[in-house]
């Protein structure tokens, strides 16, 4: 029965890391992240993160191997997120009186 449950841990672990595969490889071919939100992906990161702490703790292989894979991809997809939010931000440098927020007094 232990062998069974591990198998259906495996065919979980594969499936949910390859369903996200297609689309980290487009974010990752066209660099072009205007569809994906900033705190989802924030979020599913961390939440991956997560899994993977819960894997190595518990020692739950199927766990351990798909969310260390998901991770990085994760990862990766958030750095060229965060990367483009940053970069679509005005820049600070040339500001004038007439565009800077006062500040409180």
Known sequence: MTQFI?????VAALLTTLSFLPQALLVLRTRN???I???????????VAGWLAYGLMSGAMPVILANAVTLLLASTILALKVRAVLAAQPSAHGATFATSAPIAS
Not at 6 to 10: Q, W
């Open 6 to 10: 591990e198998a259906v841990g495996i």
């Open 37 to 47: 939100s900033l705190a989802m992906y924030a979020m599913f990161t961390s939440g």
């Open 33 to 35: 992240t205007d569809g």
